[in-house]
């Protein structure tokens, strides 16, 4: 079947024109889009590959290799090897793939029935001087995730187990497309992508209209609707192959230099691999217009692509460019250079020039970047048919704003039951890690102990549930008794497919947290209630670092509400989490419920995904009749439902009922006083006890 064309898709202007740059100039260093479900991201990126200038490769040479450059290959030397042309390879990851697949493995055939050693190269040794694109790649699992690091920063693919010992050259470029409602990238591979745009359906109807009537065109004959824009597919074909060609001699002046320096400074952003991603994307968009030498309006397209993501500080904060700031940076004339007139032509690394050799510093990511048009009308590329995309880089919702709320610090408590109000949280602090007890088998995550994919090796097993490597030693042992009765005298091992042993190992899994908040009355007094946000946030920031999904259950009044179902997004928790309000009467019983029937609908969805419960209360209960009675009944049957469970003791003042105590000992669950939620108030008290033993 015929891929969509890429010349054929309506609008995502400034997506095309980001993929458009890292097929140019790879060492830009890849793409990650972010946009909603719908708006034909994996689409555009796939329809990339039929457009991708051909690369020459050492025939027969399995790892893609260069002949121009040493790749140190395990097939080679590769000297006077003859070659050919094939075009560029765009190889998908899968987000379940496992270790073995992607790095490559050993050859189990060969080493089992032949006695040989022979490696079998995994997806980065295809993806070498390609794109690797991960669909859904906020998704991807950490142990991949270290191995994509790992990739990207050496240009080079390394294994080291199994009786293997194999390096090959792994240039790839990452594209990586995500929903930010299901969950937030690592940082550390977020710092890897290049550039970034975010994706948004256009709300223009005619637009919308021409979107859905060219795929349904497409749909009743890919064949002929696909010949309908050959000849564009050529011009674009050629065009990037031409910019791909004149990227290395377009000059990047000092003054260009200058002016890329002073707006990555201007941003305040981290490190310098903004700048060079900056000047890196400037020539190759000065390449893609036909240009020589790098002008300001490449370097404003440059920086809206590269540089947003760098300026977030926090899980929470969104991205975002400040563009009138941009301009009045780039509109600024940087200081005369002193040294004299800039030279003519291309210059050679280290003069002014940024080198597009691979070093491990070449990568770089944005996340989150801005739409509009660019300034150059030239630098859209033909895919981009149609009206621009709707998207806006208004102001957002910060989960630590405090314009969520009341102005005063000083507001008066709630006195009715009516009365709502709502309490901004204050800054986040680091929180104490709660984890769930016992051995899990979950997603690989970053909280508690579990059977996974990527760890410690403790155990062997025949099962092979698609996860577990080779276990060698164990199935040597397991051959070694046999090898009479096969009729060995000498020579290598005799091996049968029962004597197959994997590995079983020991890693971390990421859990679902439901947080069930007291947003009653009695949590009313804003102090109180912004000290409970505060805490709650601190633990999302936690659930964040380790991959957690996150629900927000939220009791006040006569009942209680799913008000954030179970989500990977920690973001959308946040902002929920902000615009919660209080008062009213205490449901407790209604809350446990709400609580226990949505940990049995989650455990339907994933029953591998173990739960922890954070309950937020003073223990009170006063909503509808025998509220407290029920409430005990309720938490003294929950140590049979083996959840663990988590009680923050909101209650404050110098007079306290235990309310909060009695409810964690009835649920069998670990009382921990609000103050305490944070791990340095843990250390203070230490310290202040220490202290005190040795004034005594």
Not at 238 to 248: P, Q
Request: charged residues 30%.
């Amino acid at each position: 079947m015929s891929q969509f064309p890429f010349a054929a898709i309506v609008g995502a202007d400034d997506m095309a024109l980001a993929l458009v740059l890292t097929t140019v100039s790879p060492e830009v260093g890849g793409v990650l889009v972010r946009g909603e479900k719908g708006t034909a991201k994996s689409t555009m990126v796939r329809a990339l590959a039929e457009v991708l200038p051909d690369v020459e490769v050492v025939e027969r040479c399995r790892f893609g290799c260069d002949p121009r450059r040493d790749e140190r290959c395990p097939d080679g030397p590769h000297d006077d090897a003859p070659t050919r042309m094939r075009p560029a390879r765009l190889v998908e990851l899968p987000v379940g793939a496992t270790e073995d697949r992607v790095v490559g493995s050993l050859d189990l055939g060969k080493a089992l029935a032949a006695g040989e050693t022979s490696f079998e190269p995994g997806l980065l040794a295809q993806a070498h001087r390609g794109l690797l694109y991960v669909d859904e790649v906020n998704l991807l699992h950490d142990h991949l995730v270290d191995l994509l690091l790992d990739a990207a920063a050496m240009g080079r693919n390394t294994v080291e187990r199994d009786g293997v010992s194999v390096s090959h050259a792994a240039r790839v470029t990452l594209v990586g497309t995500m929903n930010p409602e299901e969950g937030e990238l690592r940082p550390q591979l977020l710092d890897r992508f290049g550039l970034t745009v975010e994706v948004r359906a256009s709300r223009d109807p005619q637009h919308r209209a021409e979107v859905v009537r060219r795929r349904l065109a497409f749909d009743a004959d890919p064949t002929g609707f696909a010949g309908r824009f050959r000849g564009e597919q050529q011009v674009l074909r050629k065009r990037l192959h031409d910019a791909s060609a004149r990227v290395a001699t377009v000059r990047l002046g000092d003054r260009a230099l200058a002016t890329i320096a002073r707006v990555c400074a201007g941003f305040d952003v981290d490190g310098m691999r903004a700048d060079i991603v900056t000047a890196r994307a400037a020539r190759a968009h000065a390449a893609w217009c036909g240009r020589d030498e790098v002008t300001k309006d490449d370097i404003r397209v440059a920086a809206r692509l590269a540089l947003p993501h760098r300026r977030r500080r926090n899980p929470f904060d969104a991205p975002g460019l400040d563009e009138e700031l941009l301009d009045r940076l780039l509109d600024e004339d940087p200081d005369p250079d002193p040294d004299g007139p800039e030279p003519d032509g291309p210059q050679p690394d280290g003069s002014g020039d940024v080198s597009t050799d691979e070093s491990p510093e070449s990568g770089d990511t944005g996340d989150g970047g801005s739409s509009g048009q660019p300034a150059d009308d030239r630098s859209a590329p033909p895919s981009a048919s149609g009206p621009a995309g709707d998207s806006s880089d208004g102001p957002s919702d910060h989960a630590t704003d405090d314009r969520a709320g009341d102005k005063s610090d000083n507001a008066a408590p709630t006195e009715r039951p009516s009365a709502v109000g709502v309490a901004a949280p204050n800054s986040a602090f680091r929180a104490r890690t709660f984890t769930v007890r016992g051995i899990g088998t979950g997603s690989a995550g970053r909280r508690s102990a579990a059977i996974t994919s990527a760890g410690r090796t403790i155990g062997s097993t025949r099962r092979a549930d698609g996860v577990q490597r080779l276990h060698l030693p164990a199935t040597i042992t397991a051959a070694a008794p046999r090898q009479h009765e096969r009729g060995r005298r000498d020579g290598r091992l005799r091996f049968a497919t029962d004597d197959v042993r994997l590995r079983i190992t020991q890693g971390k899994e990421s859990n679902l947290v439901l947080f069930a908040v007291d947003a009653s009355g009695s949590m009313g007094a804003r102090q109180r209630m912004s000290e409970v946000k505060t805490a709650v946030m601190s633990l999302l920031v936690d659930a964040y670092q380790r991959r957690d999904r996150v629900g927000v259950i939220s009791f006040a009044g006569a009942g209680a509400e799913l008000v954030l179902p179970p989500t990977g997004s920690v973001e959308a928790a946040a902002r929920c989490l902000s615009d919660l309000p209080h008062g009213g009467r205490t449901p407790l019983a209604e809350g446990l419920l709400r609580t226990l029937a949505t940990v049995q609908v989650e455990r339907l969805r994933d029953p591998h995904r173990r739960p922890l419960v954070v309950v937020l209360t003073d223990g009170r209960a006063t909503a509808g009749p025998d509220a407290l009675v029920r409430a005990r009944e309720i938490a003294t049957g929950w140590p049979t439902l083996g959840l663990q469970t988590v009680v923050v003791d909101c209650e404050s003042g110098r007079f306290r009922m235990g309310l909060a105590v009695d409810l964690a000992a009835r649920m069998g669950a670990e009382h921990v006083p609000l103050e305490q939620v944070a791990a340095t108030e843990i250390v203070d008290v230490v310290r202040r006890s220490t202290s005190a033993g040795k004034a005594a």
